[in-house]
């Protein structure tokens, strides 16, 4: 079965530094998500993207954050200027188009651990 | 934007035993979906089920869509069930916000 694979599995950052995160989405589908986990807490939403632009995102996405889909397999997010409470788990999604009036299920990657120093 | 409430917040069962976690949403929604996630913070994919009633093995699940809840059942609770069970559900049709609720910690003991 197709898998959403996220890369790297541990990412360690000095605070300041700039990240990217990869992602390869499953290939036909077609909504993006990117969420985070901060240890011990709920799952937030942060973004999703459909047709190369950005969907929704949520008050965590500041300007501070962005995504990009630079070749057609990846989905990247970038955060720059790191702080310590950037530090979580970063999970990235994909799902197919909608279906008889709803949304397909988000398939997700198996998460990027990022730490900042 | 949507409330996502799920209750119990903590589980502990025996090995065998047979629970219900309950999820509540506060508008209506396109979609919703069941995670296991496991000591190793994978989240597993366990229902998609905006309506309706599933069943997957030992775990089944309801949406009752109209009164904005859904319900997971766990029969015959195995120590590999341990782990954090979330809810998540997303309006709107195609890449809208997604929100998790707080999750269901359960412990299952041998």
């Known amino acids: 079965e197709p898998e959403v694979t996220q890369t790297p599995s541990h990412q360690v950052t000095q605070m300041g530094q700039e990240v990217i995160l990869r992602c390869v989405p499953i290939?036909?589908?077609?909504?993006f998500y990117w969420y985070r986990q901060i240890l011990g807490q709920k799952v937030e939403f942060l973004v999703s993207f459909y047709n190369n632009e950005i969907s929704e995102k949520s008050e965590i996405f500041d300007d501070q954050f962005s995504v990009e889909r630079p070749d057609g397999s990846n989905f990247t997010l970038k955060i720059r200027s790191t702080k310590l409470e950037d530090s979580a788990m970063y999970f990235c999604?994909?799902?197919?188009?909608?279906?008889?009036?709803?949304?397909?299920?988000?398939?997700f990657g198996d998460g990027t651990r990022l730490s900042i120093l | 934007g949507i409330q996502v409430e799920q209750s119990p917040p903590d589980l502990i069962l025996q090995e065998g035993a047979n629970s219900t976690l309950r999820c509540n949403f506060s508008?209506?929604?396109?979609?919703l979906q069941w995670f296991h996630q496991n000591p190793w913070g994978q989240l597993i994919n366990l229902f998609y089920i905006p309506s309706g009633t599933k069943q997957n093995g030992r775990l089944s699940a309801t949406t009752v869509a109209t009164e904005r809840y859904s319900l997971l059942y766990i029969s015959s609770s195995q120590t590999t069930d341990s782990g954090v069970y979330f809810c998540a559900v997303e309006r709107g049709t195609g890449g809208f916000k997604t929100i998790f609720g707080a999750g269901t910690r359960l412990f299952v003991k041998a």
């Open positions: 999604a994909s799902s197919p188009d909608y279906s008889g009036g709803f949304n397909q299920p988000q398939h």
């Open positions: 508008d209506s929604v396109n979609n």
């Open positions: 290939s036909n589908h077609l909504y």
